[in-house]
């Protein structure tokens, strides 16, 4: 998810420019940046000041820092987050799809509720199914 980052040229007191803040920037991005920092031995609120300077608004917390330190040193080699486990989002694969539309054939007064019991889904996915069909 790209977050909309200020854009503006700072200058220094000396007068030298800046650069400019990035306009975009992800969670990856910044993670990066992080690895980058992290395995030069930067220390966490150097880090964290440095982004703060690029990124502004958008950056990681300081707490989202010290836990990145803390797990690129468990071992985590990845900037991207790793599948949570759980349920997926929706049931709404092709094979409900298609056991939805031979119920329907079969009897096309059928309701939502009796689709949901008959393929033990949600009415939520059973209706997502039936409105997106046509």
């Known amino acids: 998810m ?12 000396s007068g ?9 920037c992800t969670k990856e991005e910044q993670r990066s940046v992080f690895r980058f920092l992290n395995s030069e031995v930067v220390k966490p609120i150097e880090i964290h000041r440095r982004m703060k300077v690029q990124y502004g608004d958008a950056c990681l917390s300081l707490q989202q820092v010290y836990e990145w330190t803390r797990k690129f040193m468990n071992g985590i080699s990845s900037e991207t987050d790793s599948p949570r486990p759980g349920q997926p989002h ?18 096309r007064r059928v309701t939502v509720n009796e689709i949901a019991a008959l393929l033990d889904m949600s009415h939520g996915s059973a209706h997502h199914i039936v ?3 046509k």
């Open 131 to 133: 409105r997106d069909k």
């Open 90 to 107: 929706r049931a709404v694969t092709p094979e409900a799809i298609a056991a939805v539309e031979a119920i329907v054939e079969a009897n």
């Open 2 to 13: 790209a977050v909309r980052c200020r854009n503006a040229t700072r200058r220094r007191s």
């Open 16 to 24: 030298v420019k800046m650069a400019a803040m990035l306009s975009t």
